[in-house]
């Protein structure tokens, strides 16, 4: 049956199956089939219990490519409105269906204005409509002028946000200054009656001056290892010490019972990962995600010059990654998302290299599925691992009851990729980001091919093409 919006979908049907060798379900990873009916995913089955009439029934077999849940990226700076030359939503949304991400929840800051009031969330919707090829949600901005007036954060998380966002040291964005422990520690109760999470950027600044310049005006600012030292990974652990005071009032009893905190992008996996892997076993409401970025890279192989990995917090050295792939692996961290952070090439000073001045920010969302599974093959990382930590955790992250998982009843967000197939990121590669040339991936091989994606039931993307129509949805908390 054929639907006449076909624009929306490259497979304009309303009902029919997908199937695979590999359908990695909740419940693993099965032979089998999964049936879609008007968005929703309404039956999954086994092989040897699949009878369809193919001649009734619009089937898409996959044989040995895997059928996953969409990915969901919780963390991505898509610029909208305000900074479309750096990014936007038509360029940031295909890059992610290209990617095999389904949804996104778009960070309250590089946009302008910053997401840190209702009327400034209205002008991201409208943003948003009509414009998105994946589904967008959005964590609002806390900021000392908001955590100050109890009104205006339930104003902003009545219009929808899913949660907030702060950073203890400056954003490099002037209309989003950097919250003290104190500021949040006034916000939390109002995120426990809300039950909406509040993501932390958690680094301070160590000096009491303020400076993150590094002391010694001798130092190299072409030399990765000069910008290394600006951000230490006390900086890291010092902020993660102030999180974890305010997160024991997330406890039953406590005053801030049923607020959730979450850091993003923990570089240090040291004493920093200690800190919240303590605080969890005291039962405290508290998650941490980190990014393919510092589990792909090392500070001591970034040439020179090369601001396409400048980011904060920093990617450290080898024995660190190690450490995050343990974390992960262990089930310490949570999830993962990209920190998409493009800007205008020009900002990245790539001809000067100079790290200090350089924008922080990588650029990465079309990457991430292969990324992670190229860097955690050797790791022997499973299906179902890359499932939970870029769906379901995040999912439950951003209280998505209907997405996350290949399950009776969600929501058809999936993901079909070839995990042999191998890539070169060179200039003919079909790059969907707005500035491929930031991109710390560019020039390297990948493997991890993503063949479709599907939101909501329609195949956005298939094989480099989209869907001539960006039907995907902005989501707004309900
Ligand atoms: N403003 C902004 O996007 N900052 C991000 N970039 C980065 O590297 N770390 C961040 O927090
Ligand atoms: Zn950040
Ligand atoms: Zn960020």
Not at 410 to 418: G, L, M, R, Y
Request: with cysteine; charged share 20%; net charge negative.
């Amino acid at each position: 049956k054929k639907l006449p919006s076909s624009d929306c979908s490259l497979l304009p049907h309303n009902h029919y199956w997908i199937a695979s060798k590999h359908v990695v379900t909740p419940n693993g990873t099965i032979s089998g089939a999964v049936e879609i009916k008007q968005g929703r995913i309404i039956s999954i089955v086994a092989e040897e219990n699949w009878h369809v009439n193919s001649w009734f029934t619009t089937v898409v077999n996959y044989g040995e490519a895997v059928i996953m849940p969409g990915f969901i990226d919780v963390h991505a700076h898509l610029d909208d409105p305000g900074r479309t030359e750096w990014e936007g939503f038509p360029s940031g949304t295909k890059a992610a269906a290209a990617g095999g991400v389904t949804t996104l929840i778009d960070m309250p800051l590089n946009s302008a204005p910053s997401t840190v009031s209702e009327e400034a969330l209205k002008l991201k919707v409208q943003a948003a409509e009509g414009r998105v090829y994946v589904d967008v949600g959005f964590w609002g901005g806390l900021v000392p002028e908001n955590a100050e007036n109890v009104t205006s954060l339930e104003r902003l998380l009545d219009a929808g946000v899913l949660g907030l966002k702060s950073f203890m040291v400056p954003s490099g964005i002037n209309d989003f200054p950097m919250t003290t422990s104190a500021h949040i520690k006034e916000a939390l109760p109002t995120l426990a009656r809300y039950r909406r999470p509040l993501l932390v950027h958690a680094e301070v600044l160590l000096d009491h001056d303020g400076k993150l310049e590094p002391e010694d005006g001798a130092d190299n600012a072409r030399s990765y290892s000069t910008y290394l030292k600006t951000r230490p990974a006390s900086m890291e652990e010092a902020a993660i010490n102030q999180l974890i005071t305010l997160t024991k009032e997330t406890r039953a009893g406590g005053s801030a019972e049923g607020a959730h905190l979450h850091i993003v992008h923990l570089s240090d996996a040291r004493t920093s990962l200690n800190l919240i892997k303590e605080a969890k076993q005291r039962g405290d409401s508290i998650t941490v995600e980190t990014c393919p970025h510092y589990l792909a890279f090392a500070a001591e192989d970034i040439p020179d010059g090369d601001t396409r990995f400048k980011c904060a917090p920093p990617i450290r050295d080898a024995a660190n990654k190690e450490k995050l792939w343990d974390a992960l692996l262990e089930g310490d961290i949570d999830m993962l998302s990209s920190d998409h952070s493009p800007a205008v090439p020009e900002m990245k000073l790539l001809d000067e290299g100079d790290f200090l001045k350089a924008w922080g920010g990588i650029s990465s969302l079309q990457f991430v599925l292969p990324a992670t599974w190229t860097y955690g093959r050797k790791y022997g990382i499973t299906f179902e691992q890359l499932a939970s930590w870029w769906s379901e955790k995040p999912a439950k992250l951003a209280g998505l009851t209907t997405k996350g998982a290949i399950a009776i009843g969600n929501q058809a967000d999936i993901v079909v990729w070839e995990p042999d197939v191998e890539f070169d990121l060179d200039n003919g590669y079909p790059v969907h980001i707005k500035h491929p040339s930031i991109s710390a991936y560019m020039g390297s091989r990948l493997a991890g091919k993503v063949l479709a994606t599907f939101v909501r039931g329609n195949l956005v993307h298939k094989e480099g093409n989209h869907a001539s129509l960006a039907c995907a949805l902005p989501i707004l908390h309900r």
